[in-house]
């Protein structure tokens, strides 16, 4: 400041010009910040206008019965994890492009789904079509609360690509809608189909003559004789993912039931899991642990060490789905004589109202089509193409993984026994498939919530009402959250 | 200079300040915005709900789990690594016997200087890793169960990470094992600065080896052991890395050995609850700056001119 004064002796009127000049040079320095501000995270939206403005569209005919403009671009984007991204590459988009020439594909992969597109997504400019998979997965009940995803309906409604008589909604398995509603609204499409079960080791099994359990008695008889010979007859996902053992139980809970139970358990009902059925089942499960029949120190393991032990032939049972097959192949390829396969859960009563023959069963895999995409038709026509009969049969062959597209794997020859024995399941169960909702709708209801009291439950330190009380509270948590947005399913 | 001397200044000052001001203080002013809000980190715009989000980590348990281990954290790891470091970097500098008269390290002292060194060189990652391993049940490995059976102590075998009330004493454990040896090596240079006849002169009046200990190193070395202190608080503040590989993202057992840094993660990338994130982030600047102001102020002292 003095300098400013000495140079001119009129003072005042300087320093207001001096204060102007400042003010002006502040304004240049924030001038690119500024407008950095507004085009950042909290900057405010303002597309608005961009969501306004409609999707393109072409004429709808039998053709092309979802009216996709036909000369748009269409921008994919593919989990590149297990199941790789070659099955998009090679064998989705060369059937897309072959009906739809004109068409330009834009295909992209990410091992981090959420990292590269949750940015685009706050930016209002999301891709048209999302395999939002994988340890970067973006949550499916956030984005739908949002209202960034698009209604996938009228894929559902459209005639299926092999036969224009059957809707798209009729080619697929029972439950794979289901699997990803949202009160009511279809906005996840789940592609592959995963069966859980109880898997056992089936060479074990065969040489010392241990029968496949179909009852919990016999099961219990069963892990007596396989404690006998020294092998310790049940491991679970350790320390990493108790709640696996949540599988059997709740299935084994709704054979015994029905599958009402589950429902209740969805729309978290108070005392759902007070519901007899499940105290059967948690007590039944409890007594794995009160006869130490479980693999010891599993409790202390991460879940791969617990799975690969279980591999290499030091217990006999595992609950999981029909991944473990792929996830434990190296451990699997040590002993070429090692032979897994999948059985249904047990049933704990004779009077049990569903057979034995039930699974659960749900589609897995999500692709998703974001609210704002440019082009969520074509998007959607390629999910069509995806579940055509070709295309589907394709994916299984290439990834060993069933699809939820009603017979496409029946002509498909699985090598993997584990698979195949759990497509003979699959197909011996018929109509009789269960499966529940509330680890998608509310993962943190599943995960740490009900996850942690059943891993007490298995290491035996509470008691099974102390179970359905810490299970009611967690519910009960979930249930009082304002901020969580509820759904309900009636069946 | 007169003229023109402002447009001189800045326009050596307007990038790095506007650098600063775009990728340091924007982001800390939208973090706070960002926790008034309830933001899920995927729309574009955002609600703001006030201090709902401060209400809400008030009646949060589990993040009062979490609190109480970085308190664990930011207290014991410091201390022990301290401890420790200047106990290694004095044997290895002055604790030899005497030989000659002269004051040096014990035997083998520039080998040690390097041992020290390694996990400093292992990512966190690595480390996590590898005593995940250390204290995994027998039958899955576990190094530190198999040596105790291995010495007939069979009956301090633990499922260690299974015991929600030893988590996060094996994460202070971890840490201080990766911490120790950087300070060896900083506290090293600091006595090396050390004029070894002020050694000599304490050694021929008859004073200990604790003596000099207490009465020399310490004061001379206190500058780096401040220093070393601020930094370790605020890594101990953090403890991210370790407690995400060992524990994974729920803290491990029943959440036992949660720390902020996790919670914030979880919030943010796995509940989609961006508002309550940055709430918690704003929480743990605040802290980290009391932390470093409170040991600042706590440890000043005389500074020692060497001559």
């Given amino acids: 400041m003095s300098s400013s004064i000495e140079r001119t002796p009129a003072a005042a009127g300087t320093d207001r010009r001096t204060f102007l000049q400042r003010v002006a040079l502040t304004g240049v320095a924030l001038g690119p910040g500024g407008a950095f501000l507004a085009s950042c995270a909290t900057g405010g939206g303002d597309d608005d206008d961009d969501a306004a403005s409609p999707a393109p569209t072409g004429d709808v005919s039998d053709d092309n019965p979802l009216g996709i403009p036909t000369d748009q671009p269409l921008e994919i984007y593919i989990f590149d994890g297990g199941f790789g991204d070659a099955y998009a590459t090679e064998l989705h988009q060369p059937m897309f492009a072959e009906r739809w020439p004109d068409v330009t594909i834009e295909h992209r992969a990410a091992v981090d789904i959420g990292a590269e597109l949750q940015p685009r997504f706050v930016a209002g400019d999301p891709p048209d079509f999302v395999n939002n998979s994988g340890d970067g997965q973006m949550d499916t009940a956030t984005l739908v609360a949002d209202g960034l995803l698009y209604d996938l309906s009228p894929l559902y409604d459209a005639p299926s690509w092999d036969d224009p008589n059957v809707t798209v909604r009729d080619s697929l398995l029972p439950g794979t809608i289901e699997s990803g509603t949202f009160n009511g609204t279809p906005y996840v499409f789940n592609y592959a189909f995963t069966v859980f079960g109880t898997w056992y080791n089936k060479t074990l099994m065969d040489e010392n003559g241990w029968p496949v359990p179909t009852t919990w008695q016999e099961m219990m008889d069963v892990c007596a004789d396989i404690a006998a010979a020294g092998i310790a007859p049940w491991v679970y996902q350790g320390v990493t993912a108790p709640r696996y053992m949540n599988w059997p139980l709740l299935a084994m809970a709704a054979k015994l039931a029905g599958p009402e139970i589950l429902v209740a358990i969805d729309n978290l009902e108070p005392g759902a899991w007070g519901n007899e059925a499940v105290k059967e089942s948690a007590a039944a499960i409890r007594q794995l642990a009160e006869n130490s029949y479980f693999l010891p120190g599993v409790e202390g393991m991460e879940f791969r060490d617990a799975q690969g032990l279980w591999a290499r032939g030091q217990a006999v049972f595992c609950p999981s789905g029909s991944w473990l097959e792929n996830e434990e192949a190296d451990a699997i390829a040590e002993n070429e004589t090692f032979e897994l396969a999948m059985m249904p859960d047990p049933l704990l009563s004779p009077d049990a109202v569903m057979p034995l023959e039930t699974v659960r069963a749900t589609a897995g895999e999500p692709y998703i089509i974001p609210a704002d995409a440019k082009n969520p038709l074509a998007a959607m026509e390629y999910m069509r193409v995806m579940l055509s009969m070709d295309a589907a049969r394709g994916f299984s062959e290439r990834v060993t993984s069933l699809t939820a597209v009603v017979g496409a794997s029946d002509g498909v020859q699985i090598d993997a026994p584990g698979l195949s024995s759990a497509q003979a399941a699959l197909q011996a169960a018929g109509t009789n498939v269960v499966n529940w909702f509330y680890p998608v709708w509310y993962p943190t209801m599943e995960n740490p919530g009900i996850d942690q009291v059943t891993a007490a439950l298995l290491r035996a330190e509470i008691t099974v009402d102390q179970w359905v009380e810490q299970c009611e509270a967690v519910a009960t948590t979930i249930r009082d959250d304002d901020s969580i947005t509820k759904q309900t399913r009636e069946s | ?307």
């Avoid at chain 2, 052991?225 to 803290?251: K, R």
């Fill in chain 2, 1 to 307: 200079m007169r003229h023109g001397k402002y447009p001189f200044i800045l326009a050596f000052l307007l990038p790095p300040v506007g650098i600063y001001a775009i990728y340091m203080l924007s982001p800390y002013i939208q973090a706070i915005y960002i926790s008034m809000t309830d933001w899920s980190g995927f729309t574009s715009s955002q609600t703001f709900i006030g201090f709902d989000n401060y209400v809400a980590m008030w009646h949060d348990d589990q993040l009062r789990t979490a609190l109480r281990n970085n308190l664990i954290l930011v207290l014991v790891v410091p201390v022990l690594t301290l401890l420790l470091g200047l106990f290694f970097a004095s044997m290895l500098n002055v604790g030899g016997r005497r030989r000659g008269g002269a004051v040096t390290g014990v035997r083998g002292a520039s080998i040690y200087k390097v041992v020290y060194f390694f996990p400093q060189v292992l990512s966190v990652a690595i480390i996590g890793i590898v005593f995940k391993y250390v204290f995994a049940p027998e039958n899955a490995g576990g190094i530190l169960n198999r040596v105790l059976g291995a010495v007939g102590l069979g009956g301090l075998q633990r499922l260690w990470l299974a015991e929600p009330n030893y988590l996060i004493w094996i994460v202070v454990l971890v840490m201080t094992w990766s911490f120790v040896g950087f300070y060896v090596v900083l506290f090293s240079a600091a006595m090396q600065s050390i004029p070894r006849d002020i050694y000599e002169a304490a050694l021929l009046d008859g004073s200990s080896r604790l003596t000099t200990f207490r009465k020399i190193t310490v004061p001379l070395v206190w500058d780096t052991v401040q220093v070393g202190w601020v930094y370790m608080a605020i890594q101990a503040m953090d403890g991210f890395a370790t407690v995400h590989i060992m524990l994974g993202i729920n803290g491990g057992v029943q959440g036992a050995g949660d720390v902020l840094g996790i919670a914030m993660y979880r919030e943010a990338f796995s509940e989609a609850d961006f508002g309550y994130a940055a709430a918690i982030g704003v929480l743990m600047l605040i802290l980290t700056m009391v932390v470093s102001i409170v040991f600042m102020r706590g440890l000043r002292r005389e500074r020692v001119e060497l001559a």
